[in-house]
């Protein structure tokens, strides 16, 4: 089992959905957050003031997947999440992890099952 962390612009997100159901996969939990990174920020204006905003707004997928859907799953982020043909600083990350255990809380199932 592994756990499959991407963090990607949010404006990406449905296409993201839209890819991992083409790929029969279902569960997720989306986050809102925020990150420091290559892109290193932008300047804004509010008010007639100009200022720098460092910390820029994405999501962060989390998806628990069984070995033979790593694969699928990490395709289907890179498909969706990239901007145009070359991408973009700033399209993301995938992070993929091994995941110990996984519990369902509902039936007590444990492992594979459990996802």
Known sequence: MKLV???IQPHKLEEVKNELTKNEIY???VSDVQGYGQQ????EVFRGHEYQ???LRKVRLEIAVNDEFVKPTVDA???AAKTGPEGKIGDGKIFV???EEVIR???GE???KAI
């Open 110 to 112: 444990r492992g594979s």
């Open 27 to 29: 569960r997720l939990t």
């Open 105 to 107: 809380i509902r039936s």
């Open 77 to 79: 982020i890179l498909k």
């Open 53 to 55: 905003v460092n910390l």
């Open 5 to 7: 962390v991407a963090i």
């Open 97 to 99: 992890m091994p995941l």
């Open 40 to 43: 290193k920020g932008k300047t």
